[in-house]
């Protein structure tokens, strides 16, 4: 990542990452329990956006839910020289390009030094 900057709260972190060829705004949140990708973020890499089999149920910390259907996967994350692979859910109100969350940080054994 580059140009990392802590945020307010010790379990985030948001940055720059690589993305099909794109810098993209991302916010890495520990407390997350999936990965998200705005729409227009998306269409901006050439991707398309697949229907989920179910509908994910999300709380979001300001209380409020929203219903997702729509998922981008694969998704390639290139950090340093490592292409790492992501489903991103589908997600609007965001001011980030993608969020991952914490188990994805985990599958790919990240280590954050800030």
């Known amino acids: ?8 709260a010790s379990n985030i972190v948001e940055g720059t990452i690589l993305v099909y060829q794109r810098i993209t705004k991302v916010l890495l949140d520990f407390g997350s329990t999936h990965s998200f990708v705005t729409p227009i ?3 901006l890499m050439g991707k ?3 229907k989920l089999p179910y509908k994910l ?3 979001m910390p300001i ?5 997702m259907e729509l998922v981008f996967r694969p998704c390639d994350i290139k950090i340093a020289a490592q292409v790492l692979m992501a489903d991103l859910n589908s997600f609007v109100y965001t001011r980030y390009d993608i969020i991952l969350e914490m188990v994805w940080l985990a ?3 990240t280590n954050l030094d800030y």
Do not use: F, T
């Open 63 to 67: 209380g409020r839910h929203m219903i």
């Open 48 to 50: 398309k956006i697949d």
């Open 1 to 8: 990542m580059e140009g990392k900057e802590i945020v307010e």
């Open 41 to 43: 973020s998306v269409k």
């Open 107 to 109: 599958r790919h054994h």
């Open 57 to 59: 149920d999300v709380s």
